[in-house]
């Protein structure tokens, strides 16, 4: 490999937020959904031009800034974006709050797909929105979707909503067009707006492939919002630079005044200059490639891992994402407690699946994100946890 992705970084006393939370000294944070990665080195040579500039003054979004992102898109994933369908924004969850806001009335209801990224709670809530969850069916250690329910909760006119995780934090999911089709027909049907948080994008493995859901067809097109960013692709997270795809003009008319409203309508320089180098330098989509590969090394050595040490714990199939899912019911413990014990008994953190919905109960999620020796100490550490909590039914 030409990037180093063994290279283990320092990151405690860097303000970080997944590895400071915690200030004992010997916690190991494989939990909030960063990388422990270096990002790209034409986005840090990017960065540090504009350091050298010296003045941070209020950024000007660019030309560049647009054609970085169609670009992008059209080479990686087959779907052309004009550039006036496309709002900046500091985050996709700024992104999905601004959008709820503009295109929900308060005490509307909004369908998610339990077990869920848990920010989409916190959006829903805040808007004066009630969350609706159309459950995945969990069988045979795979998420499939509930068309049946989702159909009967759709045609609910209080429903105008509908939040798609594409691809699926935490199920690992990457949807097919034939799902995708489907959830689009049933949504269209019952006047249902279709908004897709397609963040984990580029993180799809071999075998499948990213699908936006706004590129299945017109109809697709113009009863949806898209929501990206380079931040999971990355390692971008702190530069707080998302953008939203809205076709249809008056969508956006009002998701601009929300985005304004919600004051998350401006972006930093090194946002900018980090997308673009994230975007258009081909050095950045080589590091990508890579870091799929050596993901996906990584949630093969868990799986053989699990498989010789803990059996009993059955492990999702990793589609797309770095985050993995894992059964723990056998334990008969609640995720809170399970995570707690591992974190007291082993300094290890992940976190507990009930944050993702109560059909997220009996699981936990690992970010996999890391250097393999960082991984291999982690996966020690769970299986000590796990020793002691078997032992001890």
């Not at 169609?70 to 994933?77: D, L, N, Q, T």
């Not at 959006?123 to 069916?137: F, P």
């Amino acid at each position: 490999m030409q990037y180093n992705f063994d290279e283990i970084i320092i990151r405690k006393e860097s303000n970080s937020y997944k590895w400071d939370s915690n200030p004992a000294p010997d916690i190991l944070p494989l939990w909030v959904a960063d990388m422990d990665f270096k990002t790209a080195p034409a986005i840090v040579e990017a960065l540090a031009r504009r350091v050298q500039h010296a003045v941070f003054g209020y950024a000007k979004v660019p030309d560049a800034y647009y054609k970085a992102v169609i670009s992008w898109f059209k080479r990686r994933h087959n779907f052309t974006v004009e550039q006036d369908w496309i709002l900046y924004t500091t985050g996709v969850v700024p992104a999905i709050s601004a959008i709820i806001l503009a295109m929900t009335t308060p005490g509307d209801k909004v369908l998610v797909q339990e077990p869920v990224y848990n920010c989409f709670f916190s959006s829903i809530r805040n808007n004066q929105c009630q969350a609706v969850s159309n459950d995945l069916i969990y069988k045979d250690v795979k998420y499939t979707i509930d068309f049946d329910d989702l159909e009967r909760k759709a045609a609910d006119p209080q429903v105008t909503l509908m939040l798609l995780c594409n691809p699926h934090n935490p199920a690992g999911r990457a949807w097919t067009k034939d799902e995708l089709l489907r959830i689009g027909e049933i949504c269209f049907r019952h006047d249902v707006l279709v908004v897709s948080d397609e963040i984990h994008c580029d993180l799809v493995y071999p075998g499948r492939t990213h699908i936006p859901f706004a590129s299945l067809g017109q109809q697709f097109l113009e009863n949806s919002v898209t929501c990206i960013a380079p931040s999971k692709s990355f390692n971008l997270a702190g530069l707080q630079v998302a953008n939203i795809f809205a076709f249809d003009p008056e969508y956006r008319k009002r998701i601009d005044k929300a985005i304004n409203i919600n004051e998350v309508c401006d972006i930093n320089p090194f946002a900018v200059e980090g997308l673009i180098a994230a975007y258009t330098n081909p050095d950045s989509e080589r590091w990508l490639d890579e870091l799929k590969v050596y993901l996906l090394e990584n949630y093969r050595l868990v799986e053989a891992f699990l498989a010789q040490n803990l059996p009993q714990f059955p492990l999702l199939p990793l589609e797309a994402t770095y985050l993995v899912w894992i059964n723990t019911a056998v334990l008969n413990k609640s995720s809170e407690e399970l995570i707690q014990f591992m974190l007291e008994s082993e300094h290890v953190w992940l976190n507990e699946g009930i944050v993702y919905g109560q059909a997220g109960e009996g699981f936990i999620r690992l970010n996999i994100a890391c250097p393999r020796a960082v991984l291999q100490e982690g996966l020690g550490r769970i299986k000590k946890a796990f020793d002691k909590l078997i032992a001890a039914n």
